[in-house]
């Protein structure tokens, strides 16, 4: 296939990549989501540990 | 030698473990999916009779299979967690949950524009995709119920139940969807109605082992926050360097 | 005295109990039966049907109508069954009880049944004959709606049980509980459209009881331990 086949997919490109670009996305969502997620975690921790240090 | 298999099981190990495998898993994913992707969207020939939209299949058949894997697995977890009492198998359930329905979600999208091209709709409520929407119905039906409850040991245990009646319903709603769409729809739509070269089986096998590890990858970050949202108040999550 | 109860004396006095205290409050009975009717006659007026030669298409939705109708009245008084007694402190008692608690949330299920199930059953006729439905296929939707509103209530059971006391209330039990009653659905209302294409129904209604009888075993055993989860 040449490129601009693989791009315009004979003329199905508007699907194939509608719905591998709407995976990539929600991969992508998913991974921030999780990386997200880790952080508000530990600093929950952390302000739990500052918080009892004071006592 | 005599394996420990419970040593495993304490969140805190696990907690280590985790975080070993899992950038394997997601290496292997990204590997899997380069080398999927460039066979079955390059490499692998067009259909005869479907044209280039068939591709799609390349995400939307192995998303289909993992959806259903997963929530199999989750109520393994689930049904572990009530027989057992272990917190972890509670939390990989919920851990499970978020990547199951997404790959839910993405068979039913991408099986929406494989349709469009090729049999004219983007729904068409044969057996598959409404028994593949029910399942994300599940889905989201323990994670609601999950979330909706405060006391986390009887959140755990009400959505475990909840995932193990789901289980067991699966089957019957996808058979019963199947019969109302024989009778509705006579010859119903095969979406398997793509003549399976070699390099297809290789790409729809790589794109599949691709999901599968992502899945795990997931999972395992996933469960590692949600043990230490739920271990906060112990010394080893307090001591940790991470937390400092 | 208790003890010497036997599993059917047991069954009949919390149907008895629960229906007593169901007459209490007729107007919760009520309100889900004219909820009932009222969800079916919307539908005409919502689909756009009624006069005419789109007539004959009412006729062709009204199995499906009356189902998702009854699925409906089903969720929405399910919050009956068990919060009255959770919260006055009743239920606490009955899971301490040494009787058997699955026969006793098979009893509030047959009652719940008999408060919302049943009034849709005897009210159906009259709402097919608003859709014009001819008898023969009347007969099967209502015979169907008996052998499927049980397992709604059975199903709505396991729900309720494991919501017990949250918010959110009834839009989560009926968010857990519908994808569970597709089924019921399919062949409740594939049974009247066989008929009406001139099919064989009784395949339908057959798999319907088929799926009573597994609901009634499996359900209160389930139910029982999703009262026991929801109130340690």
């Known amino acids: 296939m040449s490129f601009s086949e693989f791009i315009d997919m004979h003329d199905r490109g508007f699907y194939v990549w509608s719905a591998y670009g709407t995976t990539l996305l929600i991969f992508v969502v998913e991974i921030a989501l999780v990386v997200h997620k880790r952080k508000l975690t530990l600093k929950q921790i952390r302000m739990m540990r500052d918080a009892e240090g004071e006592q | 030698m005599a394996i420990n298999w419970f040593k495993y099981s304490a969140p805190s190990t696990f907690y280590a473990l985790a975080g070993k495998l899992a950038p394997w898993f997601a290496a292997f994913a990204a590997i899997l999916f380069a080398v999927g992707l460039y066979i079955g969207l390059y490499v692998a020939p067009t259909d005869a009779t479907q044209g280039d939209a068939y591709r799609i299949i390349y995400i939307h058949v192995p998303a289909s299979i993992l959806s259903m894997f997963i929530y199999l697995v989750m109520a393994g977890y689930a049904a572990l967690g009530l027989i057992f009492n272990t917190r972890l198998s509670a939390m990989m359930a919920n851990a499970l949950a978020p990547t199951g329905a997404l790959f839910t979600f993405i068979a039913l999208w991408t099986g929406a524009f494989w349709g469009k091209p090729t049999w004219g709709a983007y729904w068409a409520w044969d057996a598959r995709m409404t028994s593949e929407l029910i399942l994300l119905f599940l889905y989201l039906g323990f994670i609601a119920l999950h979330a909706s409850i405060d006391d986390p040991r009887r959140a755990d245990r009400a959505s475990a139940l909840l995932a193990i009646v789901g289980s067991v319903n699966v089957p019957i709603i996808y058979y019963s969807v199947r019969w109302w769409n024989t009778i509705h729809q006579g010859a119903t739509i095969k979406p398997t109605g793509v003549s399976m070269e070699a390099t297809m089986q290789k790409a729809l096998l790589a794109m599949f082992l691709a999901c599968w590890a992502y899945a795990i990858a997931m999972t395992l970050w996933r469960v590692r926050s949600i043990i230490l949202e739920r271990e906060r108040t112990t010394q080893w999550v307090q001591e940790m360097p991470e937390a400092k | ?232």
């Open chain 3, 1 to 232: 005295m208790m003890n010497k109860l036997s599993l059917t004396g047991l069954l009949a006095l919390v149907v008895r109990r629960d229906l007593l205290l169901a007459m209490r409050r007729r107007a919760d009975v009520l309100t889900t039966l004219v909820f009932f009717v009222m969800v079916v006659s919307l539908f005409p007026l919502g689909v756009g049907v009624g006069q005419g030669p789109e007539a004959q298409m009412l006729t062709k939705i009204a199995p499906g109508v009356v189902w998702v109708a009854a699925l409906l009245a089903s969720m929405l008084s399910l919050g009956r069954m068990f919060s009255a007694d959770y919260l006055d402190g009743t239920l606490e008692q009955m899971l301490l009880a040494p009787q058997s608690l699955p026969v006793l949330v098979l009893g509030k299920i047959l009652a719940h049944w008999m408060t919302s199930g049943l009034p849709l059953v005897l009210m159906a006729p009259v709402l097919g004959l608003q859709f014009n439905l001819p008898s023969g296929q009347l007969g099967v939707l209502v015979l169907g709606l008996v052998l499927g509103t049980p397992v709604l209530s059975m199903l709505g059971a396991v729900g309720a049980a494991l919501t017990l006391g949250l918010r959110g209330g009834g839009v989560l039990v009926s968010l857990l509980v519908l994808p569970l009653c597709i089924p019921v659905l399919i062949f409740g209302a594939g049974a009247v459209e066989a008929v009406a294409s001139g099919m064989d129904y009784v395949a339908h209604l057959k798999l319907l009881a088929a799926i009573a009888v597994a609901a009634t075993v499996l359900t209160p055993w389930v139910t029982a331990q999703a009262l026991r989860i929801s109130m340690e």
